[in-house]
């Protein structure tokens, strides 16, 4: 018996040594993860001592010797002697705090992710490859290599990843790789590229073509007209309106036949509406100090590790600081003692859909422009955590790849089937460059050269120097088309419906040192309707940039401290020019109704954190929204639409309030009013409130709470790497646009001075470090949370000192 007894006991602890030292599935190895020697206890780090830590290391492929200094933030200032180094350092104290979030992104850009969780993520990576993302890298790559110093600054990187990829052992990797059950791979400069890809993705991949084509065809095209016009009934565009040209316009090209199409138009989702992004620049004329300020804060998905990584970079010719992303070299938005620029997203018409004739079933070859011509196949494979293989193939026309065939269910609700994908992200490209030559600009001419080789994904560049001038281009690689050519599905088989070439650099919007004394931007339109080229029908709502105009309009003697103060403006725009309407329109209130009103009639209409009349009025005026439209335009799987805009909405409640479209067409024998939906919709406010808080209205219906901004880990799920519930407030259409998942993810504000006196002042929602181990992790959320900024530590030579320097680390070769 005893025998038995200790067999059954030596089996189960083998067994067990077993399961716990394998993986299952997509779940780790969980003895390996939990072991004291290996595992995640590993992965913890002290903090900074007070006391500065000098240490040396060599790293292979170095020319020279490179200093990098560590300030109280984890935040690295590198010196270096020539590029090569400089880039090789950049990459590898990138990979030392974030290199699973450098792999991960990538992966996910390359239609990988399948090798790190298996088969569940198998049409995300098909979705991803089909658009052309490693399509598009290869090409932007391409492009990139052919300028000798981007060429070096990528390899060199590369170089950098590799040296720290190399010095890792199983206990040292990052503590996703232990989770997630798999090592690091060597990083190429196609990585980089795909990084940047990514980006495109995030950023310029939105398309409502299908939709609209779905409305032209149901309602013809004055109601699409009318409902979707080309331009908001209110705004202040990016271009201040009277902008004189510089340029002799180019004839525009002839218009395509109008084309409704015939293929399958069976998906369709809404834009994410709350991402949006601020940058600003004010001149010497409105500021305390004599010299221009600028402003940034590009509004992402809020996420740890943070998107953005803080970092100076001192070489011959170069002494830069800013946020750099995590995969890629140089500094993307920043400063040097003479210039600062920031970014924000463009929204550009740049993808278009043609519907393409196929010759018979076979689909190896297309229609077009009276010929049958060859389909390109590019085979795909995709390779699952457990070793096994799927193949793909995507076929391309002269557009760019057919993401879906008719018979095929698209991953994305916003890709019709059976259309070629036009999109400017497949072209040749050299964006390092413009960031390299910015890290090194003086003065306007060097930013506008640097500009000039700039593609995607488009972006609005601020600008601001210390010879007191300002401005901004809308910038990037724009179509050459016909008014409103994209607006809806294109005739893929009509040569008048390609693009016929492309906007020239010197014709992109812009604007320098306007008379108003100030350029701003915040994803709105580009310009009024007097510019000669098409570069979108829809941009982001107007709130945001009517409010950052209005209050830099009336603003003198400005200071960072009144630029910060901006940069976290709650005001709503939206409900201090509509309120008072919707309020009106109910003409018998009920006891809750009348409660409620006089909560919305006392607020000040600041989105704060306490505040519940935010809350209301979010929810009435979404519900409302949702009343008036979904009977007309509904989700629906065989003829899906969007919705009009909030601004043509508000067009018709201000101006035309017994509008046809007020009325439910779902009822019959009766005719709905506007009353009665703003009625009804406040009482299924208040009503949807009370069932979510189990409370009648009260500080429990706080805007915060309803909003709850989450900054979430990168892996779905990981709660213990996230931070949750953060209390801020805000909104969508709001200057400080946080909402539930996105916000600013990196805030700036740059004071220029002369004689290296400038002043750089900066915050992400995160930390400098990946590893949630690491007191670097999240030390910056509750500065961003308050709306305060870190000074940042310009130093001008590796032998300045500061006491803010807590480690220095000599790489040698």
Same mark, same amino acid.
């Given at each position: 018996?005893?025998?038995?007894?200790?067999?059954?006991?030596?089996?189960?602890?083998?067994?067990?040594?077993?399961?716990?030292?394998?993986?299952?599935?997509?779940?780790?190895?969980?003895?390996?993860?939990?072991?004291?020697?290996?595992?995640?206890?590993?992965?913890?780090?002290?903090?900074?001592?007070?006391?500065?830590?000098?240490?040396?290391?060599?790293?292979?492929?170095?020319?020279?010797?490179?200093?990098?200094?560590?300030? !109280?933030?984890?935040?690295?200032?590198?010196? %270096?002697? $020539?590029?090569?180094?400089?880039?090789?350092?950049?990459?590898?104290?990138?990979?030392?705090?974030?290199?699973?979030?450098?792999?991960?992104?990538?992966?996910?850009?390359?239609?990988?992710?399948?090798?790190?969780?298996?088969?569940?993520?198998?049409?995300?990576?098909? #979705?991803?490859?089909?658009?052309?993302?490693? #399509?598009?890298?290869?090409?932007? &790559?391409?492009?990139?290599?052919?300028?000798?110093?981007?060429?070096?600054? &990528?390899?060199?990187?590369?170089?950098?990843?590799?040296?720290?990829?190399?010095?890792?052992?199983?206990?040292?990797?990052?503590?996703?790789?232990?989770?997630?059950?798999?090592?690091? !791979?060597?990083?190429?400069?196609?990585?980089?590229?795909?990084?940047?890809?990514?980006?495109?993705?995030?950023?310029?991949?939105?398309?409502?073509?299908?939709?609209?084509?779905?409305?032209?065809?149901?309602?013809?095209?004055?109601?699409?007209?009318?409902?979707?016009?080309?331009?908001?009934?209110?705004?202040?565009?990016?271009?201040?309106?009277?902008?004189?040209?510089?340029?002799?316009?180019?004839?525009?090209?002839?218009?395509?036949?109008?084309?409704?199409?015939?293929?399958?138009?069976?998906?369709?989702?809404?834009?994410?509406?709350?991402?949006?992004?601020?940058?600003?620049?004010?001149?010497?004329?409105?500021?305390?100090?004599?010299?221009?300020?600028?402003?940034?804060?590009?509004?992402?998905?809020?996420?740890?590790?943070?998107?953005?990584?803080?970092?100076?970079?001192?070489?011959?010719?170069?002494?830069?600081?800013?946020?750099?992303?995590?995969?890629?070299?140089?500094? *993307?938005?920043?400063?040097?003692? +003479?210039?600062?620029?920031?970014?924000?997203?463009?929204?550009? +018409?740049?993808?278009?859909?043609?519907?393409?004739?196929?010759?018979?079933?076979?689909?190896?070859?297309?229609?077009?422009?009276?010929?049958?011509?060859?389909?390109?196949?590019?085979? !795909?494979?995709?390779?699952?955590?457990?070793?096994?293989?799927?193949?793909?193939?995507?076929?391309?026309?002269?557009?760019?790849? *057919?993401?879906?065939?008719?018979?095929?269910?698209?991953?994305?609700?916003?890709?019709?089937?059976?259309?070629?994908?036009?999109?400017?992200?497949?072209?040749?490209?050299?964006?390092?460059?413009?960031?390299?030559?910015?890290?090194?600009?003086?003065?306007?001419?060097?930013?506008?050269?640097? =500009?000039?080789?700039?593609?995607?994904?488009?972006?609005?560049?601020?600008?601001?120097? $210390?010879?007191?001038?300002? %401005?901004?281009?809308?910038?990037?690689?724009?179509?050459?088309?016909?008014?409103?050519?994209?607006?809806?599905?294109? +005739?893929?088989?009509?040569?008048? %419906?390609?693009?016929?070439?492309?906007?020239?650099?010197?014709?992109?919007?812009?604007?320098?040192?306007?008379?108003?004394?100030?350029?701003?931007?915040?994803?709105?339109?580009?310009?009024?309707?007097?510019?000669?080229?098409?570069?979108?029908?829809?941009?982001?709502?107007?709130?945001?940039?009517?409010?950052?105009?209005?209050?830099?309009?009336?603003?003198?003697?400005?200071?960072?401290?009144?630029?910060?103060? &901006?940069?976290?403006?709650?005001?709503?725009?939206?409900?201090?020019?509509? =309120?008072?309407?919707?309020?009106?329109?109910?003409?018998?209130?009920?006891?809750?109704?009348?409660?409620?009103?006089?909560?919305?009639?006392?607020? $000040?209409?600041?989105?704060?954190?306490?505040?519940?009349?935010?809350?209301?009025?979010?929810?009435?005026?979404?519900?409302?929204?949702?009343?008036?439209?979904?009977?007309?335009?509904?989700?629906?799987?065989?003829?899906?639409?969007?919705?009009?805009?909030?601004?043509?909405?508000?067009?018709?409640?201000?101006?035309?309030?017994?509008?046809?479209?007020?009325?439910?067409?779902?009822?019959?024998?009766?005719?709905?009013?506007?009353?009665?939906?703003?009625?009804?919709?406040?009482?299924?406010?208040?009503?949807? =409130?009370?069932?979510?808080?189990?409370?009648?209205?009260?500080?429990?219906? %706080?805007?915060?709470?309803?909003?709850?901004?989450?900054?979430?880990?990168?892996?779905?799920?990981?709660?213990?790497?996230?931070?949750? $519930?953060?209390?801020?407030?805000?909104?969508?259409?709001?200057?400080?646009?946080?909402?539930?998942?996105?916000?600013?993810?990196?805030?700036? *504000?740059?004071?220029?001075?002369?004689?290296?006196?400038?002043?750089?002042?900066?915050?992400?929602?995160?930390?400098?470090?990946?590893?949630?181990?690491?007191?670097?992790?999240?030390?910056?959320?509750?500065?961003?949370?308050?709306?305060?900024?870190?000074?940042?530590?310009?130093?001008?030579?590796?032998?300045?000192?500061?006491?803010?320097?807590?480690?220095?680390?000599?790489?040698?070769?």
């Amino acid at each position: 018996m005893k025998y038995s007894k200790a067999i059954v006991s030596l089996a189960f602890t083998i067994a067990l040594c077993y399961a716990l030292n394998r993986g299952w599935g997509t779940a780790p190895a969980f003895g390996r993860f939990l072991s004291p020697f290996t595992g995640f206890w590993v992965n913890a780090e002290k903090p900074l001592s007070d006391k500065p830590v000098q240490g040396s290391l060599q790293l292979a492929g170095l020319q020279d010797e490179v200093t990098i200094e560590y300030d !109280e933030l984890g935040i690295p200032h590198i010196f %270096a002697n $020539n590029d090569h180094d400089l880039y090789l350092a950049q990459g590898y104290v990138t990979a030392k705090d974030r290199l699973w979030q450098m792999e991960f992104q990538t992966h996910y850009a390359a239609g990988r992710l399948t090798e790190i969780v298996g088969e569940k993520a198998l049409e995300s990576d098909k #979705y991803n490859r089909r658009m052309g993302a490693v #399509y598009g890298a290869e090409k932007s &790559l391409a492009g990139m290599m052919e300028d000798p110093q981007s060429k070096v600054a &990528l390899e060199a990187y590369s170089e950098g990843v590799n040296a720290y990829i190399d010095q890792l052992k199983v206990r040292t990797l990052p503590v996703e790789y232990k989770l997630l059950g798999y090592q690091p !791979e060597r990083w190429t400069p196609i990585k980089s590229a795909l990084f940047l890809k990514n980006m495109s993705f995030v950023l310029a991949s939105g398309t409502d073509d299908l939709r609209m084509t779905n409305i032209l065809r149901k309602y013809g095209r004055e109601v699409a007209e009318e409902l979707f016009p080309n331009y908001p009934f209110e705004e202040s565009p990016i271009i201040p309106t009277g902008t004189p040209q510089d340029f002799t316009p180019l004839p525009l090209p002839k218009a395509p036949a109008d084309f409704v199409g015939t293929g399958s138009m069976k998906a369709s989702t809404e834009r994410d509406k709350g991402i949006g992004s601020n940058n600003w620049a004010v001149s010497g004329s409105k500021s305390a100090s004599g010299l221009p300020l600028l402003a940034n804060d590009p509004h992402l998905t809020l996420s740890l590790p943070s998107i953005w990584y803080q970092m100076q970079l001192v070489g011959p010719n170069v002494n830069v600081y800013g946020a750099t992303m995590p995969g890629t070299p140089n500094v *993307i938005s920043g400063f040097n003692k +003479d210039i600062a620029w920031g970014v924000t997203n463009v929204g550009a +018409d740049i993808v278009d859909w043609y519907e393409v004739k196929f010759k018979d079933a076979k689909m190896n070859e297309y229609w077009h422009d009276g010929q049958w011509k060859k389909i390109t196949k590019r085979p !795909e494979r995709y390779i699952m955590k457990n070793g096994e293989v799927v193949l793909d193939t995507v076929l391309f026309t002269h557009h760019g790849p *057919i993401v879906y065939l008719d018979n095929e269910k698209p991953f994305k609700k916003n890709i019709p089937t059976g259309h070629a994908l036009r999109w400017i992200a497949h072209d040749k490209s050299q964006e390092l460059t413009t960031f390299y030559q910015l890290n090194r600009a003086k003065n306007y001419d060097d930013y506008v050269k640097a =500009l000039s080789f700039y593609a995607a994904p488009a972006q609005n560049f601020v600008f601001a120097s $210390n010879q007191d001038d300002i %401005a901004l281009w809308v910038n990037g690689k724009f179509p050459l088309k016909a008014k409103l050519q994209g607006k809806y599905i294109l +005739d893929g088989t009509d040569k008048m %419906a390609d693009w016929q070439g492309f906007i020239p650099h010197a014709h992109n919007p812009h604007v320098k040192n306007p008379a108003r004394g100030f350029v701003s931007s915040a994803n709105q339109s580009s310009t009024d309707p007097i510019y000669p080229y098409y570069i979108n029908w829809e941009f982001a709502a107007s709130e945001r940039g009517r409010r950052i105009n209005q209050r830099l309009e009336g603003m003198s003697k400005i200071t960072v401290d009144s630029l910060r103060a &901006l940069q976290n403006d709650n005001y709503n725009l939206k409900a201090a020019g509509i =309120l008072d309407k919707l309020i009106s329109l109910v003409k018998a209130p009920t006891a809750k109704q009348a409660k409620a009103i006089k909560v919305l009639q006392t607020w $000040n209409k600041q989105n704060d954190v306490g505040e519940i009349a935010p809350t209301i009025f979010e929810t009435w005026s979404n519900l409302l929204y949702e009343s008036i439209w979904k009977d007309e335009f509904a989700y629906d799987e065989n003829i899906p639409m969007k919705y009009p805009s909030l601004d043509k909405t508000i067009q018709l409640i201000k101006q035309e309030p017994t509008a046809k479209w007020f009325d439910n067409v779902n009822t019959k024998n009766k005719v709905e009013t506007l009353e009665e939906l703003a009625s009804t919709s406040l009482t299924a406010t208040l009503d949807s =409130l009370a069932k979510w808080q189990k409370a009648d209205m009260g500080d429990t219906w %706080a805007w915060a709470n309803y909003k709850s901004t989450d900054i979430k880990h990168l892996i779905p799920g990981l709660d213990a790497f996230s931070k949750m $519930n953060v209390k801020i407030g805000g909104g969508t259409g709001i200057v400080n646009a946080t909402t539930e998942r996105t916000g600013p993810s990196w805030r700036m *504000i740059i004071q220029l001075g002369k004689n290296n006196a400038v002043k750089g002042y900066g915050v992400i929602p995160g930390g400098q470090s990946g590893n949630p181990g690491s007191p670097h992790y999240d030390d910056m959320v509750e500065t961003w949370r308050q709306g305060k900024l870190n000074e940042l530590l310009f130093l001008q030579n590796k032998n300045e000192k500061s006491a803010r320097i807590k480690k220095t680390i000599k790489l040698t070769k």
